[in-house]
């Protein structure tokens, strides 16, 4: 009787921990395009169907939507997709491609698959299965690319400020206060000298190594400076002008000498010149009256190539 109890209770305590929901289950399946949470996610015979309107987020996109026909056409640089509700055969720039699972029409929203749609365009695709979150991260467009390859140093980096940022990794340094900055509304950006697959931003005591790779722009490093403190090694600190507090993330390689541009939003002033790891630094010139220094604010510096 005391095994048959035993066993009777077992089950009990189970089935209340299904009830209340206590017994661990797998994560509802998020989708992440472009850094914004996607709504109205759908599994069709395992594959993952998101509505077509996710796909705004990209930038040089269009879509045209016929209702008569229900075919869907998106268009961006020189792809262009077209698929049909209810037909599993889509065209890549009018080549026919088989597709698992076929768009659909869910809640009145045009659904489609996420993999088949992403990849078309050109997207990075990553799963992290622990918080069963996929994440689609555009790249840059085709024009973007162009000019990032272009042997003018200065719209090379112009456009590396405008790739797409890759936001799945949160930064480590979001909860530290700003508090006391006086620079707060002011930015400065260091490239290497020659350079502009990476750059740092500087914003008060906060600085970001972002680094340009699969055309795609990516926070690999963070840190926190300590202001009550100068810079007294000869390294990137000495640039910055204050010691680190608090890094995260695998440290940039180091250059000797570096391009900075110092923008003030406020007064709609931009400086720019050369620092160098010694702590010595020297100002090429100014922009003054300048309308919005977080735009393009990157000017050609004399005597300077591409590397």
Do not use: C
Not at 139 to 168: E, F, M, T
Request: aromatic letters at 10%; proline letters at 3%.
């Amino acid at each position: 009787m005391a095994r048959k109890a035993g066993i009777q209770m077992l089950v009990f305590m189970l089935v209340s921990l299904w009830i209340t929901g206590t017994v661990s289950a797998a994560p509802k399946l998020q989708v992440e395009v472009n850094n914004s949470s996607v709504a109205g996610v759908v599994t069709e015979s395992g594959h993952t169907m998101v509505p077509l309107k996710a796909f705004e987020r990209f930038g040089n996109l269009s879509m045209q939507w016929e209702a008569q026909t229900k075919k869907a056409t998106i268009k961006r640089d020189s792809t262009v997709i077209q698929l049909t509700v209810g037909d599993r055969t889509a065209y890549i720039n009018a080549n026919p491609v088989q597709l698992e699972v076929a768009a659909k029409i869910v809640d009145g929203r045009v659904t489609v698959p996420l993999r088949f749609i992403a990849e078309a365009l050109g997207a990075r695709i990553t799963v992290d299965a622990v918080s069963n979150t996929v994440w689609v991260q555009e790249r840059a467009s085709a024009a973007i690319l162009k000019n990032y390859n272009n042997s003018d140093l200065a719209a090379s980096r112009i456009a590396a400020l405008h790739i797409p940022v890759d936001g799945s990794t949160p930064s480590r340094l979001i909860e530290e206060s700003t508090a006391g900055d006086a620079e707060v509304f002011s930015e400065s950006y260091y490239f290497a000298k020659g350079k502009s697959d990476g750059y740092y931003l500087l914003n008060g005591h906060f600085v970001t190594y972002f680094e340009i790779k699969d055309s795609i722009r990516q926070a690999v490093w963070e840190a926190s400076l300590d202001n009550t403190k100068e810079a007294t090694n000869k390294d990137i600190t000495s640039v910055f002008g204050h010691p680190i507090y608090k890094e995260y993330g695998k440290r940039p390689a180091q250059s000797e000498e570096y391009v900075y541009f110092y923008t003030s939003i406020w007064g709609g002033l931009v400086t720019y010149g050369i620092a160098n790891i010694d702590g010595t630094s020297s100002e090429l010139g100014r922009l003054t009256d300048w309308p919005d220094t977080r735009k393009q604010f990157v000017v050609a510096i004399r005597g300077e190539i591409k590397l």
